[in-house]
DNA sequence: AATATTTGTGTATTATAATAAACAATTTAA
DNA sequence: TTAAATTGTTTATTATAATACACAAATATT
């Protein structure tokens, strides 16, 4: 298999979304960082895939209506039973 | 609608998923901790649903094989345009 | 029942995420 | 092309996650 996803893609991915989703509702990194009650340098990290805190990154996914996307998926890995259903 | 769901939840949640996931392996909180160069402790407020960093999720969901999935679920959401396709 | 293992909780310390402010660099609008 | 807005970066400070003990409470194991 070619190209294992890190945890760093992760956050970089993670800080894509956020800039991506804020975008869309044409908010500069001001902006957000004042809706959320967080510094525009905690927004600034976040969306070039330095780490934070999960409140952090919940209130910016809470933010974009995700959460409720977030805990059902949550939710479906916790029913999927196990190690890589490959058979 | 009933039942929205808080930054809380999702914070319970990935604490119950941890605790689920590390028990099918048969592990103890310690080999946990001692497997991702964490302290029991950070895996204890974790599973109670504390507030954690996000290197600490990530170093979990990895662990337990769900980095892949969390990826491409973010991807997902990437490309999905927008605000509730609920039409 | 007694012992061993695991989990929960407390305190003190260290590492680091978050804040605040300023300024430079870049991008967008006039 | 200039002005305005946004983004990137720095430094210093504060808040808090993470660590490292220790010990009690609760769960297995024998």
Same mark, same amino acid.
């Given at each position: 298999?070619?190209?294992?996803?890190?945890?760093?893609?992760?956050?970089?991915?993670?800080?894509?979304?956020?800039?991506?989703?804020?975008?869309?509702?044409?908010?500069?990194?001001?902006?957000?960082?004042?809706?959320?009650?967080?510094?525009?340098?905690?927004?600034?990290? =976040?969306?070039?895939?330095?780490? &934070?805190?999960?409140?952090?990154? #919940?209130?910016?996914?809470?933010? =974009?209506?995700?959460?409720? %996307?977030?805990?059902? &998926? #949550?939710?479906?890995?916790? %029913?999927? %039973?196990?190690? %890589?259903?490959?058979?």
């Amino acid at each position: 298999m070619i190209g294992v996803i890190t945890i760093k893609d992760v956050k970089l991915q993670l800080g894509e979304l956020c800039k991506q989703k804020r975008q869309i509702y044409e908010m500069s990194q001001e902006d957000l960082a004042v809706a959320l009650d967080l510094s525009r340098y905690t927004i600034q990290k =976040f969306e070039n895939g330095k780490n &934070a805190t999960l409140d952090t990154v #919940l209130k910016i996914v809470n933010h =974009f209506d995700l959460l409720n %996307n977030l805990y059902l &998926a #949550l939710k479906d890995i916790e %029913n999927t %039973n196990d190690i %890589n259903s490959l058979y």
